[in-house]
């Protein structure tokens, strides 16, 4: 064969044989991409058209006992801005600055930028009419915490606040920017009035606007919303216990069902509206409440510690009954309105004193006196073992955010290891003086084991009542006797309570003024009532509110007020025949 010919015959050989290769390479590629990851490319494809969209699911209500809402949501509007490229981005950032009057701030980490929350119907309507057809925003509808009284229920439902990316351990279901009850109620069943959030899938341009809201719907997944809770409190005399603290004085008011501790009223005043730490534009608001000096957002009724006075006379009285060492005929030297021990002078309230009293009428006048000389018989160590019992210097044992301090019940041993032991710490201690530290919710439980028969029960806010505990070695006896001096301080000619009576309802009760750190006397008034069948307990401190008799037994007769209208109301309805009921919403 020619050689010439040879070669040209080689050459087509090789072209062909490269043709070839190159043709299977493209062949092998084409199969790579259509055939081994086309479900890959094609999703990809899809993700580009199909966009998630979260469902944020409602937050369970807030109830009180009667179902008034005390916690709810309401609908907000957000505007939202899909990141493109930056110049597009910064001129629809710029145009949306521009109707709404101000700078706006943002992260532009994210893939969907959050540009302003909780905006007015105003900005709704130019986003919608003007600025979404050229622009990447859109109106974003999510539900927003409202709590429609306000700082009525403040410290007992608490507040929400914005979770931020270094709280992000809470759960799988959160995200920057989330809401989550941070104080009270809102923190503590968080989990169950959160829900679950839901997806759903949107057909979405080049663009990221939305063309098509549910092209999928079998793969949608509606939001589950959280659950409800109601509470024990009653509203009603929640309200009429706020009302009835002075407008100037700080303080607290409690009431306790003696029989089951369910919480019908945790008042703390001042209080502050929850609402501000919701609301995106309430910012100077939030660091006014942290620094006013008035302290709103402490919760008093579980964290404020304070002297109890004598309202923590029967302390003193019980361990003595019990130990045999007075009963209701003893008596101790005449009150001369003062008493001397080595060169310290004990004084009594009254200046003229009050003369020669059994343990009743001491309870009645609340002659300090009188109980000096029981202490001197009783000693630290009973007095301190029956404050125990009765639940003082300890926790209560209530599930509420935050914590409540454990209060402070001193004994021999405290003072040995400060500044050594003396008799006269006792006789401060026991009217209620000295380093003795408690939260009003401890004197409440305290209260209700005297009425309800010698239990110390559980304050709860929220469904079955804890199991109460017997109180050991305090008999039915002493028990009555603690009553009968009680209900003396209400209803006797010389008691320090009298301003507490309501015609119609037997009291017991008891006035307290306590010397408080930098301030005016502290006044305190307890009660229960009825007094024969006791069914509610009612403690109110007023900070620098000075005689207890005379400025916290108002208080307290104001909610045993509201309680027995209340109850009125409830017979008259059970006693209404089938189908007629009360007019108004309120119970």
Known sequence: ??????????????????????????????????????????????????????????????????????????????????????????????ALEEAVGHPLRYDRGQRTLRLKRDVDFRTVAIVEERLSEDWALQVQIEPQRLYPHGPLTAHV???????????????????????????????????????LDGVAYVEVDAEQRTQNEHPFPDRDRPARPGGSLRLTVDLDLHRAAVEAMPDSLAGSVVVLDVRTGAVRALVSYPSFDPN???????QAERVRLMRDPSRPLLNRAIRGRYPPGSTLKMVAAAAALERG??????????????????????????????????????????????????????????WHDYGRRLGLGSPTGIDLNPGEVSGQLPDR??????????????MNLVIGQGETLVTPLQVARYVAAIANGGYLVTPHLHGRPPPAQRIEDLSASTLGIVRRAMHRVVHGDRGTGRRARIEGLEIAGKSGTAQGPNRDDDAWFVAFAPYHRPEIAVVAVVEGGGGGGAVAAPVVRAVLEAWLADRVDERSMAAAPAGAGRGGGGA
């Open 413 to 426: 041993q405290f003072y040995a290891d400060r500044q050594g032991w003396a008799l006269g710490y006792l």
């Open 157 to 195: 439902v608490g507040y929400m606040g914005e979770l931020q990316e270094s709280e992000l351990g809470g759960g799988p279901h959160y995200a920057a920017g989330d809401y989550v009850g941070k104080t009270g109620l809102e923190r503590d069943f968080e989990a169950s009035l959160r829900g």
């Open 276 to 282: 501000a730490f919701v609301s995106f534009g309430a």
């Open 325 to 382: 060492l007075t009963d209701t005929l003893s008596t101790f030297p005449r009150c001369y309105g003062s008493m001397s021990m080595g060169n310290v002078v004990f004084r009594c309230a009254s200046r003229r004193g009050h003369g020669e009293l059994g343990l009743l009428e001491a309870m009645e006048t609340s002659c300090n006196i009188y109980f000096y000389h029981l202490a001197q018989l009783l000693g630290i160590e009973a």
């Open 1 to 94: 064969m020619d050689p010439e010919a040879l070669e040209g015959f080689f050459r087509r050989t090789r072209l062909m044989v490269l043709v070839a290769v190159l043709f299977a390479i493209l062949l092998l590629r084409l199969f790579h991409l259509q055939i081994l990851e086309g479900a890959g490319f094609a999703q990809a494809a899809e993700d580009n058209r199909i966009a998630r969209k979260r469902l944020k699911a409602p937050r369970g209500l807030i109830l009180d006992r009667d179902g008034e809402i005390l916690a709810r949501d309401r609908a907000s509007y957000g505007i939202l801005l899909t990141r493109g490229r930056r110049a597009v981005d910064s001129m629809a950032v710029a």
